[in-house]
């Protein structure tokens, strides 16, 4: 372990562009360092600090934070702490002690590592330069975090993601429609964030009975490790380290929403924990109205706040009701969305505008209503140009126009830079759902329940379209799975469909525990139970024995939990044992199976009894609504809309014949209108805004010929980087492969068990192998191998002799790889417009630069190995020489820099000024900006600006390059 002192000063092997960093404390297993040079504060384990004592020895020139420098003549520590003595360049003696060293003082290794004899393999050399190469792209790419999940690259995820994640604290609200994904795109925003290290600390927040699956999710397909915090987690922190606050015990945090929300310590503690990203799934479950806020709106509403970005998940973000959307999107911005009615008078003008925009994709000549209504968006202060161009009738310009005045459009008219909702409709494929309704005789023991109830108020409805709930109370004489037709026909069907998978969803877990009961001892069937009475372990446990294909049960019975969020997309067939009244709950349970892996067509079954309110909504749902067959986005509004009409339907079932079938043709009426609105409207603008199918198409073309690319190359660096830190590596199946440690190996390798692994870097062959890790440029094994490299001195000296039609046999040139380097954060992520990029030259002593004509691959194809000993001796006989050459290659790389701070100062412009531009003709018309993000991108512009002004050149590698 490192010794350290508070006023070292120490240098970050991993990120040696943040200059020299000064300890400030060291506590028995942390140590503090403060790098003045990008005002970061690192706290780091002191077993495994990646860091390197900054000491300067006789004859090394440092140099001062004043700007004035000195070689060294002598070194004197005192209390741990270095002070050099030596000459300055004007000749005086001087003593600079350490904490006074140049913050961005860099260390010429690689040179003293040459002249100290430390030589490396030549293949060191080249791992090394094509780790630096691979990384510096990685870091210039927009798709870097957003391909290499264990996901399918779809295209309208992927737009979303894209859209999202690069955007400084993202503040959404996903609505994507039940299964089509929301949790992955969620993931991979997440992923993006965190890899270009936009986020840090990340809270989810779920219903209980989804901790595990998300858990689950995102260590299986983004390699991200949540931890699951309940209160015997907390209190085992709390012991571990008396007085800490246990959410900040670690950066990735899950958790659910009523362990927040009943325990007010907890919550106070984790709204202490300072997240950067907080993620809430079923957002749904936050219910608001004017009169009443519940409690889980109102923890939700207190992290949002304190917190820089949040993503809110639901498939249903009406289903409570527009106050309750509009709630939701007001936890997001409250700037923005500070008045319900407000927010609905403006759904009142997005028709005319989505007219417009349809017109403008379609292609076709415009309109003169659309005209006139894209000559009113000229105040924006763009679009006059555009529309000019448009109706020029020039062919040449009038495409782009089009193209440019949609985005215009979408980017500042309706919800889209806050909401994304993609539908079935839009996204397409979708296998098709099939009805099997059955009909079933009111048993006589039923009847008199129902006229017992029937009259009585809407609070006893649960108890009309669950019967058996009379039953269910203690002292019953008989049980109602012997009197209910329900039970008989299930049993039947089970039979029939022994060799499928079948979901049952029924209201409560009374039922649902009953009705597993009444089939095991009737029919000997052992189904797989999943309610809420049950432990979460033995939920997850049921929900696996249903999944497993050879040795599980074929049949789940779920309450109502169940019809949340749970993938059983392996399944095809649906009992809806009950009907519940709310038509986005019942989208919500085909919905487990309706959701994208679905290859079947999906199979609904309803049992009903005859001529009772279960009869009724039935008929309502499926002839009103049309619900069991195709999604239906206006239930909610429709259901709002009749539920007076429709609750006396269901209390009065035979009292007049004629008001069913008025009600239903009602229902399909409103329906219709509601959905030609819609389609008209909002729900048009919206679904333009949430995927652009032709950006989302090339995004993908892209990404996938990318991730083709890769595998291959991907593949290629395993080998060499395996190869040179001793890990075997061995075939296993078709693209497949086994490593583990060999025999050769001197340090462990991060994240390879002691009995090794198997793995894919082949996508398909990984979604078809959960148990083989699936490697890419993004998997955390990968990118710590990368990190070794890079952080290790190793590759940075090298010798080889090479025999080349181009070089005079005895000739001794020297290979320089510089980095030009700026010392900021990653916040500001200079990176990406300058990123990491190396200078080669390739020196000769003539001070001739051959970097172009001796690429770096005709080197390496004409080389042979010099021993160790040798280069050692060829060292010793030409410092001198090699001095020189070492100069003069530094000469030539500072010639190249001046064009890279050129290029990186054009990117910046390129990427920022656009999107600055866009942002302030975006608030002209569209709030939605946040005055937030404006300012970040303009902060972002001027400290990339200085960070690329004080970019300094360091040299990362060389090779000494005898000619034979
Ligand atoms: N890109 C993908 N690659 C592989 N599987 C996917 C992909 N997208 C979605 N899936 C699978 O489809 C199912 C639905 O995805 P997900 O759970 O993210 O949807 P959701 O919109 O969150 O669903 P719900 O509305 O039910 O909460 C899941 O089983 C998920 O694993």
């Not at 917190?307 to 409570?320: K, S, V």
């Not at 009113?376 to 310009?397: F, K, M, R």
């Not at 049993?491 to 095991?520: N, P, Y």
């Amino acid at each position: 372990m490192h010794h350290f002192t508070p006023g070292q000063r120490w240098i970050s092997d991993t990120e040696l562009q943040m200059g020299l960093g000064t300890v400030l404390s060291v506590e028995p297993r942390t140590v503090t360092l403060l790098f003045l040079a990008t005002e970061e504060v690192r706290t780091y384990a002191r077993q495994t600090a990646p860091l390197s004592r900054a000491a300067f020895a006789p004859g090394d020139r440092v140099q001062s934070h004043e700007g004035w420098s000195l070689e060294v003549h002598s070194v004197i520590e005192r209390d741990g702490l270095l002070t050099y003595r030596g000459r300055r360049e004007n000749g005086d003696e001087a003593e600079l002690p350490e904490g006074e060293l140049d913050n961005l003082m860099q260390l010429n290794r690689p040179a003293d590592r040459l002249f100290t004899g430390q030589i490396d393999p030549d293949r060191w050399f080249v791992l090394r330069q094509r780790t630096r190469d691979k990384a510096a792209e990685l870091a210039s790419s927009d798709l870097h975090g957003l391909t290499g999940a264990r996901t399918s690259l779809i295209p309208h995820q992927l737009y979303i993601a894209h859209e999202i994640a690069d955007r400084y604290a993202p503040r959404v609200l996903l609505a994507d429609e039940v299964g089509l994904g929301k949790t992955i795109e969620a993931g991979l925003i997440l992923h993006y964030q965190l890899l270009s290290e936009r986020a840090r600390r990340v809270l989810i927040v779920v219903p209980e009975n989804l901790q595990h699956q998300w858990l689950v999710e995102m260590r299986r397909r983004f390699n991200l490790r949540f931890s699951l915090f309940d209160e015997g987690r907390c209190r085992a922190a709390e012991e571990s380290e008396n007085g800490v606050n246990p959410f900040q015990t670690e950066q990735l945090v899950l958790c659910d929403l009523s362990f927040l929300a009943e325990q007010p310590t907890r919550f106070e503690q984790a709204l202490e924990a300072d997240w950067d990203l907080l993620v809430v799934d079923e957002a749904h479950h936050l219910q608001w109205s004017p009169n009443a806020v519940s409690r889980e709106y109102r923890c939700i509403e207190q992290l949002a706040k304190r917190t820089t970005g949040a993503l809110l998940l639901t498939a249903t973000p009406e289903q409570l009701g527009k106050e309750g959307h509009f709630a939701r999107l007001r936890l997001l911005d409250p700037d923005r969305f500070p008045d319900f009615d407000r927010f609905v008078a403006e759904e009142q003008d997005y028709e005319p505008i989505a007219a417009a925009v349809g017109e403008l994709l379609a292609g076709t000549p415009l309109s003169e209503v659309a005209e006139a209504t894209l000559r009113g968006t000229v105040n924006e202060g763009d679009n006059q140009p555009l529309l000019d161009a448009l109706t020029s009738g020039d062919i040449g310009t009038s495409g782009s126009a089009r193209e440019e005045l949609v985005e215009h459009l979408l980017d500042r008219h309706g919800t889209g830079r806050v909401l994304f909702r993609n539908t079935r409709a839009a996204v397409k494929g979708f296998p098709a759902r099939q009805l099997h309704a059955i009909p079933l005789p009111l048993p006589e023991a039923y009847a008199e329940t129902f006229s017992a109830v029937q009259t009585t108020g809407s609070r006893e409805t649960p108890l009309l379209l669950c019967p058996e709930r009379l039953y269910q109370s203690e002292g019953a004489a008989t049980p109602w799975t012997r009197i209910d037709p329900r039970v008989q026909w299930l049993i039947a069907t089970l039979k029939q469909l022994r060799s499928e998978k079948v979901v049952v969803i029924t209201a409560t877990m009374e039922t649902a525990g009953d009705l597993a009961e009444a089939l095991r001892i009737t029919a000997g069937i052992q189904a797989a139970l999943f309610h809420e009475g049950m432990s979460l372990l033995e939920r997850d446990r049921s929900a696996a024995f249903f999944a497993d294909r050879e040795y599980g049960s074929p049949i789940l019975i779920c309450s109502e939990i169940g019809s949340e969020g749970r993938n059983l997309q392996f399944a095809h067939h649906l009992v809806l044992f009950d009907l519940p009244l709310n038509p986005d709950l019942l989208e919500q349970r085909i919905g487990r199976l309706d959701r994208i892996g679905q290859s079947e067509t999906i199979h609904i079954h309803v049992p009903y009894l005859e001529e009772t309110p279960q009869s009724v909504l039935f008929h309502w749902y499926h002839e009103g609504l049309g619900a069991f067959e195709h999604t239906c986005p206006t239930g909610h509004s429709v259901f709002v809309q009749v539920e007076p009409a429709l609750q006396e339907a269901l209390h009065n079932v035979d009292a007049d014949t004629e008001s069913l079938p008025a009600l239903i043709a009602a229902t399909r009426q409103l329906n219709e209108r509601l959905l030609d609105t819609l389609h008209r409207g909002r729900d048009r603008l919206l679904e333009y805004s949430s995927c652009r199918p032709q950006r989302a198409e090339a995004l993908t073309r892209r990404a996938r010929t990318d991730a083709a690319a890769s595998e291959a190359e991907l593949l290629n660096y395993l080998e060499e980087l395996f190869d040179a830190f001793g890990v075997e590596l061995e075939e296993h199946s078709e693209n497949a492969f086994i490593i583990r440690p060999g025999a050769q190996m001197q340090e462990p390798f991060p994240g390879l068990p002691e009995d090794g692994l198997t793995f894919t870097c082949h996508r398909a062959t990984a979604l078809a192998n959960e148990d083989m890790e699936f490697f890419t440029w993004e998997h955390p094994l990968v990118l710590r191998g990368m990190e070794m490299v890079l952080s290790s001195e190793r590759g940075n000296t090298a010798i080889t002799a090479v025999k080349h039609p181009k070089i005079t046999p005895g000739t001794l040139l020297l290979e320089g790889i510089y980095l030009l380097e700026s010392a900021s954060s990653r916040a500001v992520q200079s990176g990406r417009y300058l990123p990491p990029s190396r200078i080669r030259v390739v020196v000769d002593p003539q001070r001739v630069d051959h970097a172009s004509e001796l690429s770096e691959s005709s080197l390496n194809t004409n080389s042979t190995a010099v021993e160790s000993e040798t280069a050692r001796e060829i060292v010793n006989a030409y410092r001198q020489p090699l001095r020189d050459l070492l100069r003069h290659s530094e000469t030539a790389a500072r010639r190249r820099i001046p064009e890279l701070l050129e290029q990186a100062g054009h990117r910046i412009h390129q990427i920022l000024d656009r999107e600055i531009d866009r942002m302030h003709a975006l608030r002209q018309v569209n709030p939605n900006v946040r005055e937030e993000e404006l300012h970040y991108l303009e902060r972002q512009r001027e400290a990339a600006e200085k960070a690329i002004a004080s970019a300094v050149l360091r040299l990362d590698a060389q090779r000494v390059i005898v000619a034979t």
